[in-house]
């Protein structure tokens, strides 16, 4: 396991209510294209902080990377609804696009 993913667990492992550190973990996970363990991650920390919206974008790409891609679609739309609900219109746009970009 390399040093970087080791590390990551740790600290999820050390702050389990983080959302910032599941991200991280996740993201690594994605980066290395371990597109399952990541999906995981993503999963959990979205059941846990919905309005973590940063994580709607590669959560959904990782569903992608699996062939899943209703799930993405859907992760999406949540992430868009989050985004409206916060104001965050940026956010929201970019979702917007990748949920086009799906089809």
């Not at 050390?14 to 991650?41: C, K, N, S, V």
């Not at 999406?76 to 086009?100: P, T």
Request: hydrophobic share 45%; with cysteine.
């Amino acid at each position: 396991m390399p040093a970087r993913l080791e590390i990551l667990r740790s600290l999820v492992v050390q702050g389990a209510a983080d959302p910032f550190a599941h991200y991280g973990l996740a993201m690594e996970l994605r980066t290395q294209g371990q597109w399952q363990e990541a999906w995981q991650i993503f999963e959990a920390l979205l059941q846990s902080h919905p309005d973590y919206v940063a994580a709607y974008a590669p959560a959904a790409d990782a569903l992608v990377s699996l062939g899943r891609n209703e799930e993405a679609r859907n992760i999406l739309r949540q992430g868009i609804k989050q985004c409206e609900c916060k104001g965050q219109s940026h956010a929201r746009d970019q979702l917007q696009a990748a949920l086009a970009a799906i089809g």
